[in-house]
Structure formats: structure tokens, C-alpha cells
T-cell receptor
Framework: QQQVKQSPQSLIVQKGGISIINCAYE??????FPWYQQFPGKGPALLIA?????SEKKEGRFTISFNKSAKQFSLHIMDSQPGDSATYFC??????????????FGKGTKLSVIP | ETGVTQTPRHLVMGMTNKKSLKCEQH?????MYWYKQSAKKPLELMFV???????ENNSVPSRFSPECPNSSHLFLHLHTLQPEDSALYLC?????????????FGPGTRLTVT
């Protein structure tokens, strides 16, 4: 119930195309959904995040779409560039109670954008 | 740079060795975390420190021993490790545990246990 299921595991997209990564969850107590981007040799970095009361959030070429009823959210990368090649992790945050919080990560999607 | 540094970046150690990983954050954050990252598995949270106090230990074997002398520094002491402990160990920090969804990660230490 604390899991976040991420797909696909790997993705190859042509330069200029749209990359789409999907995540699904069960726990309706999740209250914040960040996406992290990790380049080889680096730690993950927060890319964009959304709250469940918003259906879409856009920052530049990156958009999160959120479907609360389906318990799914996705990352769309428009006009994908070779520099976007990285591993992307979705995550979900919730309050466990008594002032404690938990952040659960998906397994990651390795994106390769080919010229 | 994220403001979180980790040393060493690479470490090879035998199963009987003792070594330590170091993490330092320059962001003025109060919460610090250790994660284990293995291929094709979700990030595994190991320990959480808030204002120097350990608040979470996610059933981590005692061969991993964390230390947090102050809010800016975090160590992970390693002893008698197993080959399956080989992984990327990531340190992260956040303003507080309440805002752990916005974490800043270091580059990690690639650990190989032989």
C-alpha cells in the first residue's frame, strides 16, 4: 500500500518527441508527488512536483498530469532532448501521523533520447 | 552542485574492513538522510536524522552505524559488510522532515564489497 509503481523501466525516444513516464499508487493518504531526475554519477535532483488537488503542472518542457480518481500521475517531457537522458523517479509523500512523514520512490525509468 | 557533498566517491573494501562514509551539507538544513541505491530497486531509506537526533532506522543491519555530530555532517560507519551491500550510498538533506519531499542529494559513494 506504500508502494509507487512506475513504468516503463526504460524508454527510448527520438529527439523532439514526447517522453511519457507513468506512476500508480494505492495509498490515498499520499499528499505530494515529486519527480526526481538523476544523471549518471550524480544524485537525484528534484525536477517538478504536484499536489493531488491539481490536475496538471507545467514547468518549461516538463508537465505532470495527475488523475486522482485513477490514482495515477505521469511525467511528460515535451520536445525531448539528448540532454534529458537520465533516470527519472516518481515519488509520493504522506504523513504517517505524530509529526512523521514518509517519501516512497518508484523504481525509476531510464530515458534515452536519441538524435 | 546541490550543496551536499559526499566522500569518498568510490570505495572498495573487504568484508573484514572498517570504513566510514562522510556527508556534509551547506544548505542550513535540519534533516539528513542515508539511502541505499541498488540497480532496478527503489531507493531504500536507511536512516533519518532531524536536528542531530536519529528519528528513523529502517531495519538496517547493525554493520551499518550512522553518526550525526551536528546538523551539517552525517557519517555512515561500515564494518563486516557483505557483498550484497555493494551499492551507491546517497546522502540527502531537507529543511526538515516535514518537507522531506524536497530533498537535496549528494553525488553518492559507490561502494564495492569484495
Amino acid at each position: 500500500q506504500q508502494q509507487v509503481k512506475q513504468s516503463p523501466q526504460s524508454l527510448i525516444v527520438q529527439k523532439g518527441g514526447i517522453s511519457i513516464i507513468n506512476c500508480a499508487y494505492e495509498n490515498t493518504a499520499f499528499d505530494y508527488f515529486p519527480w526526481y531526475q538523476q544523471f549518471p554519477g550524480k544524485g537525484p535532483a528534484l525536477l517538478i512536483a504536484i499536489r493531488p488537488d491539481v490536475s496538471e503542472k507545467k514547468e518549461g518542457r516538463f508537465t505532470i498530469s495527475f488523475n486522482k480518481s485513477a490514482k495515477q500521475f505521469s511525467l511528460h517531457i515535451m520536445d525531448s532532448q539528448p540532454g534529458d537522458s537520465a533516470t527519472y523517479f516518481c515519488a509520493a509523500n504522506y504523513a504517517t501521523g505524530a509529526g512523521s512523514y514518509q517519501l516512497t520512490f518508484g523504481k525509476g525509468t531510464k530515458l534515452s533520447v536519441i538524435p | 552542485e546541490t550543496g551536499v557533498t559526499q566522500t569518498p566517491r568510490h570505495l572498495v573494501m573487504g568484508m573484514t574492513n572498517k570504513k566510514s562514509l562522510k556527508c556534509e551539507q551547506h544548505l542550513g538544513h535540519n534533516a539528513m538522510y542515508w539511502y541505499k541505491q541498488s540497480a532496478k530497486k527503489p531507493l531504500e531509506l536507511m536512516f533519518v536524522y532531524n536536528f542531530k537526533e536519529q528519528t528513523e532506522n529502517n531495519s538496517v543491519p547493525s554493520r551499518f552505524s550512522p553518526e550525526c555530530p551536528n546538523s551539517s555532517h552525517l557519517f555512515l560507519h561500515l564494518h563486516t559488510l557483505q557483498p550484497e551491500d555493494s551499492a551507491l550510498y546517497l546522502c540527502a538533506s531537507s529543511q526538515g522532515t516535514r518537507t522531506r519531499y524536497e530533498q537535496y542529494f549528494g553525488p553518492g559513494t559507490r561502494l564495492t564489497v569484495t
